[in-house]
């Protein structure tokens, strides 16, 4: 592992959400991540941003239709 950087795992437990929707913020451009090789690095300022905001708990709402 890179000084400074955590994985998807890491990064998960720290922000109380599951790996894969760590994976799906990354993928949705709200955490950045370096990709390198097949996993994914998120730096400990990205982590600690993303502590900061204000998230609802659950499930995003569906959109209308």
Do not use: C, H, W
Not at 11 to 32: C, T
Not at 42 to 59: A, D, L, N
């Amino acid at each position: 592992m890179m000084n400074g950087y955590l994985t998807t795992k890491q990064a998960a437990e720290r922000l109380n959400v599951v790996p894969s929707r760590v994976r799906r913020m990354i993928l949705d451009g709200i955490i950045k991540a370096e990709k390198i090789g097949r996993d994914n690095f998120i730096s400990e300022s990205e982590v600690e941003r993303m502590e900061k905001i204000e998230r609802k708990p659950g499930r995003p709402l569906k959109a209308k239709s």
